[in-house]
T-cell receptor, first 118, second 112 residues
Framework: GAVVSQHPSWVICKSGTSVKIECRSL??????MFWYRQFPKQSLMLMAT?????????EQGVEKDKFLINHASLTLSTLTVTSAHPEDSSFYIC??????????????FGNGTRLTVT | DAKTTQPPSMDCAEGRAANLPCNHSTISGNEYVYWYRQIHSQGPQYIIHGLKNNETNEMASLIITEDRKSSTLILPHATLRDTAVYYCIVRVSISGNTPLVFGKGTRLSVIA
């Protein structure tokens, strides 16, 4: 089945530094990937849509200059949290859907990246 | 996308069937019902989806009422590893490669 892989699974960084999270579709090509964020005891919230070869689109309230998204290939999207602060500590999850002309196939999710900013 | 309503939590005895309800009374004709679950500190896992017919796979069964206003996810023999938050999501597929919008889900606790 379709596999989406994220790396790293957890990261601890100091306030003010930047952190890059990778999301790969291992057995299919994904022109679009979605990035979510999840705070403790809350549901997943969509942050942005990553589009291969073009700019990402961000949800309202998500700072595009803080959360840099690059989708340079059909199997890799990266999310860079720039100048991280403790309030950016969260669980970041990416997802992608295998090619399907009906767009009916399910979205598959990575196992998430736990970011802790100290 | 239409909204869904799920009970916040449920308990189920190990080995028994877990029946998780979902109300989607405003669902439109071209919206599919998707079920995912999230085990603690992991990404969501796809379980099953359907449009109007009942569906079954190796993980679960999905029963959709005839009027499509509600559905039930059935885990036939729940185990401790099925303890998770279960999300019922409705989505229009023909709208393109769109994301899923997650609600609060149902926290299922399987008890030994």
């Amino acid at each position: 089945g379709a596999v989406v892989s994220q790396h790293p699974s957890w990261v601890i960084c100091k306030s003010g530094t930047s952190v890059k999270i990778e999301c790969r579709s291992l057995d299919f090509q994904a022109t679009t990937m979605f990035w979510y964020r999840q705070f403790p005891k809350q549901s997943l919230m969509l942050m942005a849509t990553s589009n291969e070869g073009s700019k990402a689109t961000y949800e309202q309230g998500v700072e595009k200059d803080k959360f840099l998204i690059n989708h340079a290939s059909l199997t890799l999207s990266t999310l860079t949290v720039t100048s991280a602060h403790p309030e950016d500590s969260s669980f970041y999850i990416c997802s992608a859907r295998p090619p399907d002309p009906t767009y009916n196939s399910p979205l598959h999710f990575g196992n998430g990246t736990r970011l802790t900013v100290t | 996308d239409a909204k869904t309503t799920q009970p916040p939590s449920m308990d189920c005895a190990e080995g028994r069937a877990a029946n998780l309800p979902c109300n989607h009374s405003t669902i439109s004709g071209n919206e599919y019902v998707y079920w995912y679950r999230q085990i603690h500190s992991q990404g969501p896992q796809y379980i099953i989806h359907g449009l109007k017919n009942n569906e079954t796979n190796e993980m679960a069964s999905l029963i959709i009422t005839e009027d499509r206003k509600s559905s039930t996810l059935i885990l036939p023999h729940a185990t401790l590893r099925d303890t998770a938050v279960y999300y019922c999501i409705v989505r229009v597929s023909i709208s393109g490669n769109t994301p899923l919008v997650f609600g609060k889900g149902t926290r299922l606790s399987v008890i030994a």
